[in-house]
């Protein structure tokens, strides 16, 4: 009886080791109880489609971490459905990452909004992107056959309320400082400010040089770009609910309890160190300190380096003065595949289409000889003489081509971009296959359904010169070029107050997904510190007249200056403004070197007071916001209302004309072989004249 009873308890004791959550461990090994997060919900909201035709397809992507533990992931599906929509008939079949789990028949033809939650199979799911993706057939009331496939009245709406909401858990604390990097930077900890930088209040701009490479570095790699992190003080360390802090400071400037971690951890006058600590109750701190700011800079860039970071699997890590850390130099590709490593494939009939979001520098723009080579395969059941493929740019219509019985095996296409369409910066770009097949709905032969296949050989070639206009449409231009921070002087008040380091955050933090790595030159100076170097960069100076007196010396070369008490922005011939109203106002304005230094800019992000500060801060600082700015000044005022002007000349267009020609492969070949005609008709025109004996005499020529 004992003996059993024995049993049972080893047994109860083993299955409940077992059945535990893996437990972390905090810094210096001790481990924690078996802690898990509280159960968040993390939600992607779709965007409105509008799905048309007998057959239609509409997708959704959404993201698993890493270090989720997922419960539960919940569709809610919010739709509406043609009036016309015979319900015994039509549905809606849903499927993730390629494979189908729940059909649903509309509700009712009553044209209202309809909304139903579906739980989508855990069994399905990656790490990563996944798909979730709705076709639709909808069939209308007294349908005629063969000619139901073409109607208008065929339509589904998907609303944008409908969501994706992925219920999840995971280890409280992190144990090495590659998964407490992977942590920072996760889109829950954006999207709900559990990230933050945190620098001393003092007058050491190394703290924030090193603060901003940080996020930029850190930004570069993030999937979604909505959330920032915001740069707090050691001060209101205690206030601060963040759960993952990184502490960026100069030894002398730690608090104690950090100080003795890098004492421990063998701190030297040289080099930086970074140190991970656990501090209990799901906080984790990545400690970066060092006794020099050379080295302290250092670290922050160092953030940058997604591949050296995620090789730092121990809590401490010493980097040496010498130590490279930079990442490697990108430039402006001109060869750019999208359909993916695996493809990209097209499956239903009629019209399928696919987007793909092209990355390239904010300060170039498309020329001629840019063009798509798309490699591709479709079924061979199509009605050939209404097939097609076609691309577009940015919803605009770039070229088609009708496929072909023959080709269905493997066909390819290279479409030229016209001139005409004008392309900055990053653009999408979408791929259709309309696949007839001749009387779909007499027969539905639902096993023949058509495909498409675009191979992963299908890119874009890229032909492209450097935006010579300074104005926002190219913006973070000229501060960013070819992905990387260019020579930028950040010139800030001697006292950084909590709403213009919240403003630096979230401007740096929509620059930094504007680069690629961390070789950019960035440094941060006080308004006195204006040095030689300083007089030949790209400057941003942020503030008010009263806090940076860079900003109060440089007013009469302000479009929108400030009144004499610095309270109010002042009226101009663009504009005229109500004493009282100016002193609501934030204001950017990108002026031409301030030292008339060549190919040089200056953008001054200025306001009377913070109130103005924060209201140009919501749009230099949102990506989503960007597009509503234009020209080369900007005017928000506290009320979220955007005013744009151009004060500056457009740039010649003849010298982009003379760029484009240097990269045109065509106009290379042409100047080549006329100067090679040049020179033979010179040539040969030489030996005529010796071969005669033709002399130039005075008098003229003579033999």
């Known amino acids: 009886m004992k003996k059993t009873t024995i049993t049972i308890m080893l047994l109860g004791m083993l299955l409940a080791l077992l059945t535990q959550p893996v437990s972390a461990v905090n810094y210096g090994g001790v481990a924690q109880s078996e802690a898990r997060s509280e159960a968040q919900t993390f939600v992607t909201n779709f965007s409105d489609h ?19 533990d997922v419960e539960t992931v919940q569709l809610h599906l919010e739709y509406r459905a043609t009036q016309l929509a015979d319900t015994q008939l039509s549905s809606l079949t849903v499927a993730i990452n390629g494979t189908y789990f729940y059909s649903l028949r509309p509700a009712d033809n009553t044209g209202n909004r309809h909304g139903i939650d579906i739980t989508v199979p855990l069994e399905f799911l990656q790490q990563g992107y996944n798909n979730i993706r709705i076709d639709g057939y909808m069939r209308t009331q007294e349908a005629q056959p063969c000619v139901d496939d073409v109607s208008e009245a065929n339509w589904l709406d998907i609303f944008k309320e409908s969501t994706v909401s992925v219920k999840f858990d995971k280890n409280v604390f992190t144990t ?40 930029s570095g850190i930004s570069n790699q993030t999937i979604y770009p909505d959330g920032y992190f915001p740069i707090l003080n050691l001060g209101d360390l205690a206030e601060n609910l963040q759960k993952n802090r990184i502490i960026i400071a100069s030894y002398d400037q730690l608090p104690e309890k950090y100080r003795s971690q890098a004492d421990q951890n063998g701190i030297n006058d040289e080099d930086a160190l970074l140190v991970l600590v656990n501090e209990g109750s799901g906080i984790n ?191 973070p231009s000229p501060f960013v070029t070819d992905y990387s921070y260019n020579a930028l002087s950040l010139v800030v008040p001697n006292q950084l107050d909590q709403e213009t380091a919240k403003l630096l955050a979230k401007m740096f933090r929509v620059m930094g997904r504007f680069t690629k790595g961390n070789t950019g030159q960035l440094s941060v100076l006080y308004p006195g510190e204006m040095n030689e170097a300083a007089l030949f960069s790209n400057i941003i100076a942020v503030g008010t007249a009263d806090n940076n007196s860079f900003i109060r010396s440089n007013n009469d070369k302000l479009f929108f200056s400030f009144s004499e008490d610095g309270n109010s922005l002042l009226s101009n011939e663009k504009l005229v403004i109500d004493p009282a109203y100016g002193k609501t106002l934030g204001s950017a304005q990108l002026l031409s070197s301030l030292y008339n230094k060549a190919g040089r800019a200056s953008l001054m992000v200025v306001a009377p007071n913070q109130k103005g500060l924060v209201a140009i801060g919501n749009n230099l600082g949102e990506m989503k916001n960007l597009g509503r700015l234009s020209g080369d000044a900007v005017l928000t005022d506290t009320n979220g209302n955007v005013l744009t002007y151009r004060f500056k000349a457009p740039k010649n267009p003849t010298i982009a004309v003379v760029q484009q020609i240097a990269v045109s492969q065509d106009a290379q070949i042409f100047l080549v072989v006329s100067i090679m005609v040049l020179i033979l008709l010179a040539v040969g025109l030489i030996m005529v004249v010796r071969k005669h004996g033709i002399e130039l005499k005075k008098g003229g020529w003579r033999k």
């Open 176 to 215: 090495s400082i590659e998964s407490f990097y992977n942590r920072f930077l996760e889109v829950d900890a954006l999207r709900y400010w559990e990230s933050a930088l945190i620098i001393p209040d003092t007058d050491n701009q190394a703290e924030l040089n090193a603060a901003l490479l940080g996020i």
């Open 285 to 475: 701190t990545l400690m970066i300190t060092a006794k020099n700011d050379i080295a302290l800079i250092n670290a922050g860039r160092m953030l940058g380096n997604p591949d050296l970071m995620k090789q730092l699997q121990s809590t401490v890590k010493q980097l040496g003065k010498t130590e490279d850390i930079k990442t490697q130099v990108y430039a402006a590709e001109t060869y750019i595949s999208f359909a993916g490593s695996e493809g990209t494939y097209y499956n239903g009939a009629f019209r399928q289409v696919k987007e793909f979001a092209i990355n390239y520098p904010s300060n170039r723009r498309l020329t001629n000889a840019s063009e798509f080579y798309l490699s591709y395969r479709y079924s061979e059941n199509l009605d050939f003489d209404r097939s097609l493929m076609t691309v577009y740019i940015n919803d605009i219509p770039v070229g088609s081509r009708k496929l072909a019985q023959h080709k269905a095996g493997g066909d390819e296409a290279t479409i030229a971009i016209p001139t005409d369409i004008d392309i900055g910066g990053s653009f999408q770009v979408k791929v259709s296959f309309d696949l007839e097949i001749k009387d779909l709905w007499c027969s539905l032969r639902q096993g023949d359904m058509p495909w498409a296949y675009l191979t992963p050989n299908t890119m874009l070639k890229i032909n492209s010169v450097a935006s010579q206009d300074l104005i926002f449409e190219n913006y």
């Open 50 to 68: 509008s799905m048309k035709g007998l057959f239609s397809t509409t997708e959704q992507t959404f993201w698993i971490a890493k270090d989720w």
